[in-house]
């Protein structure tokens, strides 16, 4: 239902030198992601998970190749447009807003800013609180806090596609696993294709399909089993709770 | 009494439909247009006859007063000088609020003197809202002033805010803080085509352990000019914040100048300011939800301004 045909992002780079190289991102990714089907999207950092997802969603501009969507080409089109035919994204590093609340975004992605409705859209993801509703999005919240609205705000879409970008950083302990069953059930009461990126083994586990990404190229495509050597090969970190990956020098895998 | 356009702006300015209950005072192109007073607060014409003085009882719970100032009489200025005296321990709100109707080409104009002083352990929220509607091509102008003075352990809030339509508005804010006195102060902005607004403010933290929090909110459109000014003044062991946030669109432009100044060494100031385009994460967050560009730029300055 989504396919990616030899995606390809390229940016240019400018050294300390002043001298610019074109550096590729994504590399002629080619994969089909079927209908309700949950993947998990895993790789070291920086390897381009979420410039993938980006591509798919519209924000990054494809260089080349194309991405068609229920048998219809969508390269071209815009956010806007790919987000009206159902596509998703949750950002890995979701925007802070002022004065914006919880509330607003919710009423904006499911179209009404009907009380039961709204009400209604917070059980359903059950991991975010009521009193979250009217705090306004901004720099005041917490890095899981905010997280968790910007899971809601996908599920309030009720998408065709669902892309989450890494949902359980800043996740405390207690919610991650109701945080994966909860994205299990969306999948199933809506058959939503999921798309998890994730270090999390809780996510990788949760998937009918788990992708390994490197420099930009898709390198495994299967169940985690058969995963399982190339991520220890790579010590690939499945602990990022307590490891902030690159940006922790120290790491103590 | 009151006719069409009264209507609508006495709606945009006080959200008023039509005479409002409790305590009120409509002044419409310079004149005394209606009055109500009510058992706790009082409304009188100054000795001068260029204003009204506003007395709220000692102890009054949870009511408010409306002071709407209406100016559509083509090519008017009018200048007024209201006290208000809040009695300790009460808790009022007041709501004033100014809207010019311009049908001419002559300049219209409104310049409201405000002076509060908030009594001891007394709560006050000032409403103010300013809107100029109209197709004549005359200059609307507004330059209120309010002076506070806040006494021990009182509270003010007051959000001052300018809807659209005036073309020109210098505003200048003072206010003197008592021991133990909170005073938080949101300005919110909108100026488009060749408008210029001003806004200055002063903010003295005079009583030990006193606060005082000053948010500004901008949005800067067209070709308009805003310009804000503000120093905290502390001369205690005090706290005070100035927050203040500016979005520029299409060619406006901006000048921010927080100033803190401590004069006291258990002084605790802070400010943060920033001038800049709508954030690009903020407008694809919005897009992905399913908004066009144009929505998304809309909600983002509706929430901001909120
Ligand atoms: N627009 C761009 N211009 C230049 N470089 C970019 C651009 N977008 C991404 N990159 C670079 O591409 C690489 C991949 O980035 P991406 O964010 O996709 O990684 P990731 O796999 O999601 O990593 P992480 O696990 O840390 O989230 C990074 O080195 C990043 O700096
Ligand atoms: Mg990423």
Redesign the interface.
């Known amino acids: 239902m989504l396919e990616l045909k030899n995606l390809t992002f390229t940016a240019q780079n400018t050294d300390v030198n002043g001298k610019s190289s074109i550096r590729t991102i994504i590399d002629n990714v080619s994969y089909t992601f079927e209908k309700g089907k949950f993947y998990a999207i895993t790789g070291p950092n920086g390897s381009g998970k979420t410039t993938l997802a980006k591509l798919i ?1 519209g ?1 990054n501009e494809a260089t080349s190749g194309s991405v068609i969507f229920e048998g219809k080409e969508i390269t071209g089109l ?3 447009d790919r ?2 035919a159902g596509i ?2 949750s ?1 890995q ?9 919880c509330r ?2 919710l009423a ?2 499911a ?1 009404t800013d009907d009380e039961k409705v709204i009400v209604d859209i917070i059980t359903r993801v059950g991991i975010c609180s009521l009193d979250f509703l009217d705090k ?1 999005v901004d720099s005041r919240l917490s890095g899981g806090e905010i997280k968790k609205i910007e899971l809601a ?1 996908t599920i309030a ?1 009720n998408p065709k596609v669902a892309i989450y970008d890494e949902p359980d950083t800043g996740i405390d302990l207690w919610t991650i696993d109701p945080m994966v069953k909860l994205l299990k059930k969306e999948q199933k009461n809506h058959n939503t294709t999921t798309i998890v990126v994730s270090h999390n083994r809780a996510f990788l586990e949760a998937a009918d399909v788990l992708l390994l990404i490197k420099d930009g190229k898709i390198i495994y495509r299967g169940d985690l089993k058969g995963a399982l050597p190339l991520l220890n090969d790579f010590s690939l970190c499945s602990f990022t709770n307590v490891c902030e990956g690159e940006l922790n020098a120290r790491c103590y895998r | 009494m009151l006719d069409a356009i009264d209507k609508e702006l006495l709606k945009k300015v006080a959200e008023l439909e039509g005479i409002p209950k409790g305590a009120y005072n409509i002044r419409k192109n310079g004149k005394l247009l209606n009055r109500e007073v009510s058992a706790n607060i009082n409304i009188e014409t100054n000795p001068q006859g260029n204003g009204i003085i506003i007395t709220i009882k000692p102890g009054t719970k949870n009511e408010s007063v409306h002071i709407p100032v209406i100016v559509s009489q083509a090519g008017l200025n009018d200048v007024v000088y209201n006290n208000f005296i809040i009695g300790e321990d009460s808790d009022v709100t007041i709501i004033a609020g100014c809207g010019i109707h311009c049908g001419s080409s002559k300049d219209q104009g409104h310049e409201g003197i405000h002076e509060f002083r908030v009594g001891r352990n007394a709560k006050m929220k000032y409403v103010e809202k300013h809107v100029a509607l109209g197709d004549g091509k005359g200059k609307r102008s507004l330059n209120p002033t309010t002076k506070v003075f806040l006494e021990q352990d009182a509270y003010a809030e007051m959000e001052l805010s300018q809807i659209g339509g005036v073309d020109s508005a210098n505003r200048l804010n003072e206010a003197e803080l008592g021991a133990g006195s909170s005073m938080l102060i949101t300005e919110r902005v909108m100026t488009d085509g060749n408008q210029i607004a001003t806004s200055r403010n002063q903010i003295i933290l005079k009583g030990d352990n006193c606060k005082a929090n000053m948010i500004s909110r901008s949005v800067i459109k067209g070709d308009s000019i805003q310009n804000f000014y503000a120093t905290l003044d502390a001369q205690a062991k005090c706290f005070g914040h100035i927050e203040c946030d500016a979005i520029i669109m299409d060619n406006g432009r901006n000048e921010t100048i927080p100033a803190l100044k401590a004069g006291h060494p258990d002084a605790e100031l802070t400010h943060e300011a920033s001038i800049g385009k709508i954030a690009n994460d903020q407008l694809m967050k919005l897009m992905s939800l399913g908004l066009t560009y144009d929505e998304a730029v809309n909600r983002i300055i509706q929430g901001f301004l909120k």
């Open positions: 969603m924000i815009s956010i806007t987000a009206r998703a994204y950002f590093n979701p925007a802070r807003f002022k004065g914006t609340t607003d975004l904006m992605a179209k306004p705000t879409l």
